[in-house]
Every structure is written in C-alpha cells, then in structure tokens.
C-alpha cells in the first residue's frame, strides 16, 4: 500500500523504496503474492489537506490517527474487499479484539472491542481510537498478544534477515528522516511573528511560523538565561506566547473541550448535568499513562473532560482518547483546554482544584 509519493519534494527518494523492496524479499521467501496499490491521492485529500489546515490554524494533528481511519481501515478495507474478495484484512498494529488475534472468536451479531496489546510499550490502540465498528470487526491484529522483542525472534528465526533487524518506525511516515521545518516549509509560507512572554506580554524573540511550534516545546531563543516553553499560540494574530519553566501553570491543565466524539462501540450514556458525569479513563499521547476523567456533552455532542490529575501540554488538535479498564471506548478532538493558576510551584500530581480557570489554545 503506497500512500506518499516515493521522491519529496526536492526529489529525492525516500525510504518507502526500501519498504517495498523489504515486502517483496518476504513475499518471495514465503510464497504469496505481493499487490502493490496506491492511495496516494485518497492520503492527500482525507489526511494530508487536514494535516496542512491544522498546522495553519495553530493546532497540532495527529495523521496516523486519520490515516488508520480513512485509509488503512477505510480505502485499504474496501479495497481487500470489493476488488480482491477478502474475507478480513491483517495488519501489524500492536492491538487486540475480543475477535481474537486471527478472528477465531468472531461473532457475527455483536460489536468487536478494541483492547490493548500485551506489550503496553508499543500499544497502538490510540492510533486506532477513530477506526469505525465494520472494518475493526473484520480485522486480525497477529501482533497484539506478542511483545516486540518476541516479534524479532521469530522474525530471526524464520530467517526474514530483510525486516528483523529493521528500526521501529517512528514520527510520522511522510516525513521519514528530514527535519520537520524543512518538510513543513514546503507546504506551508514562514511568516514571521513575535514570541511574547505570557507573564509580562514583553517580545522575547521571532519566530517563522506558528506552524513550527507546538505546546509544551523549548522555544530555543538564543540569549535567554531562563528555558523558555511554547503555552498558546494565536493564529490570527501570528503569536507564540512563551512562558519560563517547563512546568509553568499556562502549561497545566485539568479540564479540556473537544469536537463530538467516536465511539468504537456503542455511545456510552452522557449528559450535560454535573451530577451525571460518565467516568473513565483518559490520555491523549503513546507514551503516557492514562488517567482519571469526568465527561459531560452539550447539546451539539461536544465534551466537557474534566481530568482526575493535572496534565501538561494538552494540545488542541490532537485526540482525546478514552479507555474503561484495557478496551479503548473511541476519541474526540481536542478544541481547546484550560489552564489553572494555582498550579504553579506544584506536583503535577496535585489533584486539587479551584475553579478560577481560563481558557487557552
């Protein structure tokens, strides 16, 4: 499945030759065909548009999220099925269902969950968060009940010399090993703007873009004795507002709004009465921990998160991703979060609150 065009931008060929050429080795070594289709122009107007718009206007995507969704799971999945007859698809995303790893426990009338992989190091389950119910359901997950390190001893010991030795993939596919303002400067104009310190609105510095910068990231302003960190950006106005402390309160949130959300499988019961919260569990990046949270929703189905400890860096644009126990329940965009003042000076494991709160991003 090809969805990047194999050259970027300057012509230069990237390394999805070698991942073609990899297939291929593994295709021939254990005797089944390899079908090469391209997706690249359903990547380019489902998932690369967005990525661009976002960036544009101050939010930081998530692609894998959207490329899972409308592309692995949505042209792929009608691909397998309407073109070549496929009965199911695999992948080799680390998740599992309650269908089981190569589907052994399907059940026709009754909606898959979506459950965390054995390794919780390499869990993809947030990456899935927006996959819908009908391909999910006909969907092997081989990888799921295996760690990585197992992976690569089988892959050793089936002699796959090609792909066992091979690095994890990691940041986002299309932009391989170049540096992401060189890649982000050919979509995107640098404009320049100020660096603003929070505290005291005083112009630190400037910088090329907002769509260089995200929450929480050092802002690298030469002549600075303190560590300055990226806490809003203002699109309209072209600002970056900078703050000192990688733990500054503008970057700590409890409570955060997000688009309506998907739910994997059936909507749980929510309302926009506080007595009435839907709890779970919450988290928004692959690398950390999940933790507590209350959900209300509105009338337009937007949701109100109220988060059981305070986070750094919620990030308007990514995805709010929602978990009861070791099933994944579906994800929300992210809109917009909140910051509170009486976090300053205090762990980020301080659960109290007030409700002096003002809303950024």
């Known amino acids: 499945m090809k969805n990047w065009d194999s050259r970027d931008e300057s012509n230069t060929c990237l390394s999805l030759e070698n991942d073609l050429e990899d297939a291929e080795s593994v295709c021939r070594q254990i005797g089944i065909e390899l079908i090469h289709v391209s997706f690249v122009k359903e990547y380019w107007n489902e998932v690369f548009s967005n990525f661009l718009s976002d960036y544009e206007n101050g939010l930081t995507p998530n692609p894998d999220i959207n490329c899972n969704r409308f592309i692995k799971f949505g042209s792929f999945y009608r691909h397998a099925f309407d073109k070549l007859g496929a009965d199911a698809i695999a992948t080799g995303h680390y998740a ?26 390499k869990d993809q389950t947030l990456f899935l968060s927006q996959v819908d119910q009908e391909p999910l359901r006909k969907t092997m997950f081989p990888l799921g009940s295996f760690c990585k390190t197992q992976v690569r001893r089988i892959a050793k010991a089936s002699n796959l010399d090609s792909v066992y030795k091979k690095r994890d993939s990691v940041g986002i596919c299309f932009i391989g090993n170049r540096k992401f303002t060189n890649f982000i400067h050919e979509y995107i104009p640098d404009k320049v703007g100020p660096f603003v310190d929070i505290d005291t609105d005083r112009i630190l510095g400037w910088h090329k873009g907002i769509h260089h910068w995200t929450l929480g990231q050092k802002s690298r302003i030469a002549g600075l004795i303190e560590k ?52 779970c569990m919450f988290k928004f990046q692959h690398a950390e921990w999940t933790i ?70």
Request: aromatic letters at 12%; hydrophobic letters at 30%.
């Open 96 to 121: 599992q269902t309650t269908f089981g790893s190569f589907l052994e426990d399907y059940q026709p009338n009754t909606d898959v969950k979506l459950i965390r992989a054995v390794d919780p190091t």
């Open 228 to 279: 300055y960190y990226i806490v809003d950006r203002n699109s309209e106005t072209n600002t970056i507002y900078i703050a000192p402390g990688r733990y500054h309160p503008f970057l700590i949130s409890n409570e955060l709004y997000t688009f309506p959300p998907h739910w994997i499988g059936s909507p749980p019961p929510l309302s926009s009465s506080q007595s009435q919260p839907f709890i």
């Open 292 to 361: 507590p949270c209350k959900i209300w929703s509105d009338e337009n189905k937007r949701l109100r998160i109220h988060l059981g400890l305070p986070t750094r860096a919620i990030t308007p644009g990514q995805f709010a991703v929602f978990y009861a126990g070791e099933v994944c329940l579906g994800s929300a965009k992210i809109i917009s979060r909140k910051t509170d003042s009486r976090y300053l000076k205090k762990t980020m494991l301080q659960p109290e609150y007030d409700t002096s709160l003002k809303q950024v991003g």
